[in-house]
């Protein structure tokens, strides 16, 4: 069996963090402009309502196709190795990336441009799709088992890195254009940008080594009858599958409301300036890129589980609070940034910073790339696709209140914080696993 050359952690941990970070960063661009650029250039011009809805859909479009990148990656990452795939889905983001900044507007080509804008979601959403659990299992696997949680969490850092580029990137385009510059040409430049990151993070990945686990793993299955990962999952997995599914809800809702909601909501019903509302995002982004290591490291000293539970919790509980505060106090634009980087940045970082972990403790390296990848995904079709536009009609509902959606947080916090007690409890209360061990619940 060939081994990782020494000093391979090092590397894979650092591969890891920028490639994820170039693959959210593609990702959010969408998102950072949904409510801003797109409503207005690529669908027929009408109600501000219902074209941000349609605006909104698309960027739901493009979970419904990651439950598939899951699948197709999940199952060759875990057959034929991490390393091939994590270059694979680089690839695939980044050029959907790319065309989607040379898309004309409607005006231009008619319904073609929201169709090419489809189009380019879903290759984004199969690309994600098989992106996370590689990133994650390359430095899960390559450290040692009582540091495992505090290096799975540094792949995720590359969500908040990501969304800090993409959102910085169409700050600082607003900041020194003119709006009619803007709309016109500049937000198309930090799409056109996700080309020139992914040739270095392709160069980066491929000078990493295969993780042991998986070397091992091979070895073990190398005499044995050929199996399809997805279909041992599930005949060995169900219920924690489902179980994984159910705690990561509150990661998709949270983020999606705090993270993309938010800036349509500050800017369309609170009339915050558009620049003032990315600040409060750039801020939690940048909060979060170190609570996320640091709960990590919570997390391998105290319960992985156990501190996913309370990150749960608290997000769910805060909803209320800083919606309060940001609609009571419009005019205090330090009370809004404090509404959103204390919650985003610090207890959300909780939940995102030991998932990864948690998640990888559950299922055994033969399989475990596929079952991390489908529990997250399948899970992000309803928490993350389906929260903008949730939250956009219950916002309508109320006449721009945003009771309804702090009550759809908080029921969601509590449902994951129930999953991951329940996980926590299954591993006997030390909220992780001994190294090799999985669980099994039919």
Known sequence: MQQPAS?????????????????????????????????????????????????????????????????????????????????????????????????????????WAPCLLVLCRLIQGIGLGGEWGGAILMTY????????????????????????????????????????????????????LSGVFVIIGTYIRNNVAETEDFLRAKEAQKDKPKRIPLVELFRKHTGLVFTCMGMRLIDGVFFNIFGVFSLTWLTQTLDIPRGQAIVAILASAFVMSFFIPFWGYMADRYGRAKIFAMGATLSGLSAFPAFALMHGHADNIWIIWASIVI????????????LSSVYSDCFDASIRYTGISFAYQISGVFAGGLTPVLATIFSEMLGGKPWLICAYVLIIGLISAACALYLWRRTHGAGRLAMGQTLTMK
């Open 7 to 111: 000093g391979n952690l090092r590397r894979v941990t650092v591969s890891s963090l920028f490639g994820s970070t170039i693959e959210w960063y593609d990702f959010f661009l969408y998102g950072t402009v949904a409510g801003m650029v797109f409503n207005k250039l690529y669908f027929p011009e009408g109600d501000p309502f219902i074209t941000t809805l349609l605006s909104y859909g698309v960027f739901a479009i493009g979970f419904l196709t990651r439950p598939l990148g899951a699948i197709i990656f999940g199952h060759f990452g875990d057959t034929l190795g991490r390393k091939k795939m994590l270059i694979l889905t680089l690839v695939i983001m980044g050029g959907a990336t790319v065309f989607i900044g040379l898309i004309p507007s409607y005006h231009q080509i008619g319904l």
């Open 343 to 354: 919650p985003f940045g610090i207890f959300h970082a909780a939940v995102f910073g030991t």
């Open 141 to 192: 696997e390559s450290a040692p088992e009582k540091h495992r949680a505090f290096f799975a969490s540094i792949p995720q850092i590359g969500m908040s890195l990501g969304l800090l580029l993409a959102s910085g990137a169409i700050g600082l385009a607003s900041l020194l254009l003119t709006d009619e510059a803007f709309m016109s040409w500049g937000w198309r430049v930090p799409f056109l």
